[in-house]
């Protein structure tokens, strides 16, 4: 590029930058912009607090529900409008980890056994896989959970 093009080129462009035409096209698109994004933030703080209301409402009811049915020793209810409800109950266990650490310890497996003290599950499951250890050896450290789970849907 030539210096007299070199010049030109950047006339332009401080002309460009200076022209209060160009500046407020600028401005504007800026704002609506920020308009935009003003709006959305506001819709999603309503919605989020509309949704943190029900969910609050939800779970009151949830609990009501399970209530009765409990008191009333069913799983299954439909209503007079074809809802139907059904509560299951599902069995989660975990591990009692001081209690695991210190009988993995006592039984010389202490690959699982990290720095913290924690159980890594993964290498626990691989030296049981390879047979250096027996499930049932920590069968007194499993925590075991029930979890009431309520299913509601709209019968066909």
Known sequence: ????????????????????????????????????LNTVIKDYFKNKEKLDYFKEIVDIDNKAVKAKMKELNIQNFETDNGLAAKITVQNRDSLDEEKAIEKLKNLGITLPIKTKEYIDMEELENQIYLGNLNANELIDCQIKKSVTVLNVKENK
Request: glycine share 0%; net charge negative.
């Open 1 to 36: 590029m030539e210096k007299q093009e070199f010049i030109e080129k950047e006339t332009l462009n401080f002309k460009e930058q200076i022209d209060p035409e160009c500046i407020r096209q600028q401005n504007t698109e800026q704002q609506e912009k920020e308009l935009a």
